[in-house]
């Protein structure tokens, strides 16, 4: 069975520090892998996506990958209090038919 | 805003009720899939329609059935309701089976 593991906080981050998220997964034929961010009460939001080992940055994101490892990372600088969320890792093999398999996500708290 | 809409944002339905969940994709978008997201879990992958064909299936018994449309809009079947069938059902489009936006979703719960 495909499992995505994230640890489910809260994680409490400072205003202005950098915000640390980390994801791991089971089944090394994932091929995409995601990043959603969900407020309380609404749908999951894209932040990020990324198919190949290394970084990626997009602004004040950047998303980490290590295939080898079936490990996910989300990194968010200069955190600001409305980035507080929780923050869903996605995976999946790729070609969409098994659909994106999601963690139970981590609940960050920025603190002004 | 996604583009992706949902209808209807709430519904209160009791035990052995079916009901139906209707979406509309972004457009220019030709995928649809469907995912259940009990409170303080993550969503959970139901199905996904491609084309107007089912393209996968999730871990969720029969009674849980879709149909896609022409426009690409879907709706989500579900027969004899169970009280755990009370989630938020979320719908999401995107093209040829990639990168999946999210609707707003549906608040079901059953009595």
């Known amino acids: 069975q495909k499992e995505v593991e994230q640890n489910s906080g809260p994680l409490s981050v400072p205003e202005g520090a950098i915000a640390s998220l980390n994801c791991t997964y089971s089944?090394?034929?994932?091929?995409?892998f995601f990043w959603y961010r969900q407020y309380s009460g609404k749908s999951p939001e894209l932040i990020m996506s990324?198919?190949?080992?290394g970084d990626k940055e997009d602004g004040r994101f950047t998303a980490q990958l290590n295939k080898a490892s079936q490990y996910v990372s989300l990194l968010i600088r200069d955190s600001q209090p409305s980035d507080s969320a929780t923050y869903l890792c996605?995976?999946?093999?790729?070609?969409?038919?098994?659909?994106?398999?999601f963690g139970k996500g981590t609940h960050l708290i920025i603190q002004p | 805003e996604t583009g992706v809409t949902q209808s209807p944002t709430h519904l209160i339905k009791t035990r052995g009720q079916q009901v139906t969940l209707r979406c509309s994709s972004q457009?220019?978008?030709?995928?649809v899939s469907w995912y259940q997201q009990a409170l303080g879990q993550g969503p959970q992958f139901i199905f996904q329609?491609?084309?107007?064909?089912?393209?996968g299936r999730g871990n969720f018994p029969p009674r849980f059935s879709g149909l896609q449309f022409p426009n690409y809009s879907s709706e989500l079947n579900v027969n004899a309701l169970e009280l755990d069938d009370s989630a938020l059902y979320l719908c999401?489009?995107?093209?040829?089976?990639?990168?999946?936006?999210f609707g707003p979703g549906t608040r079901l719960t059953v009595l």
């Open positions: 999401a489009s995107s093209y040829d089976r990639g990168t999946q936006y």
């Open positions: 089944d090394r034929g994932s091929q995409s």
């Open positions: 990324i198919y190949s080992n």
């Open positions: 996605a995976v999946s093999e790729g070609g969409g038919a098994d659909g994106l398999t």
């Open positions: 457009s220019g978008h030709n995928t």
């Open positions: 329609y491609y084309r107007e064909e089912e393209n």
